[in-house]
């Protein structure tokens, strides 16, 4: 069986397109997904927390990251219209593209305010935005963390970046963390994983819901189908 990491969460670019602009008022699926008049939108540049990603605060406390860094997201969009430059496509289909809300860098103020990475395996356009984050102690770096692209594929020689006086725990707290049968907040219960090379994403109260274990590398939680949708998953055939 292929990985997790390659079956449902790796953020794959690939060659440019022509660019084209997309204008609306987006659904905000996690931190640097959304949805514009049916078109997924993928942020370029940056890396956020996945939804079901856990993290510490400042005082030593798990918390679930990825979803404050969709609310942060939506509090920024506060249903205001977004204006995107679409530049190519990722694995899934979606448009990867830099966006801008009332002229403001999107993707610049998600790293910057410490709720987003710059991925720079893809682009260094946001770097210096990183470092100001780190520097003041924004979001994440408030605490400490796993990057996401690392939380994706975590094992125990995972890197925990945050703070500069990071728990010495952390490491321990944070793998521990991703074996709970809990979902990380009420609101998202969506149960997915990897079957037969596919991933497969099981609502409360279908026949597969309760017997699903969550204890599992390949296990995710979700908060929507549409979010289970954007990050490569299908609902079970019928």
């Not at 990251?65 to 679409?86: E, K």
């Not at 006086?165 to 219960?189: F, K, M």
Request: overall charge positive.
């Amino acid at each position: 069986m292929r990985s997790f990491l390659h079956v449902l969460c790796a953020v794959a670019f690939v060659a440019p397109a022509v660019a084209s602009e997309i204008n609306g008022i987006p659904r905000i699926v996690d931190g640097d997904t959304v949805e514009i008049a049916s078109t997924k939108i993928r942020l370029f540049g940056i890396d956020a927390p996945e939804t079901d990603q856990l993290c510490i605060d400042g005082t030593g406390q798990k918390w679930a990251c990825g979803i404050a860094s969709r609310d942060a997201l939506a509090v920024f969009s506060s249903n205001r219209p977004w204006a995107c430059s679409v530049t190519g496509e990722d694995r899934y289909g979606r448009s990867l593209a830099s966006c801008a809300v009332a002229s403001k860098d999107v993707s610049q103020w998600m790293v910057r305010s410490g709720w987003a990475l710059a991925f720079v395996k893809y682009s260094d356009r946001y770097i210096a935005d990183d470092a100001a984050a780190r520097a003041s102690k924004a979001g994440l770096w408030a605490g400490a963390f796993i990057a996401p692209w690392d939380w994706r594929s975590r094992n125990k020689q995972t890197l925990v970046l945050g703070a500069i006086a990071v728990p010495a725990n952390a490491q321990t707290i944070l793998l521990g963390a991703v074996s709970s049968q809990e979902a990380p907040d009420p609101r998202c219960t969506i149960k997915a994983g990897v079957s037969r090379g596919e991933c497969i994403y099981h609502l409360a109260g279908d026949r597969w819901y309760a017997k699903m274990k969550m204890n599992k590398p390949d296990r995710r939680w979700f908060c929507t189908p549409e979010e289970a949708v954007a990050a490569g998953c299908r609902p079970p055939k019928r």
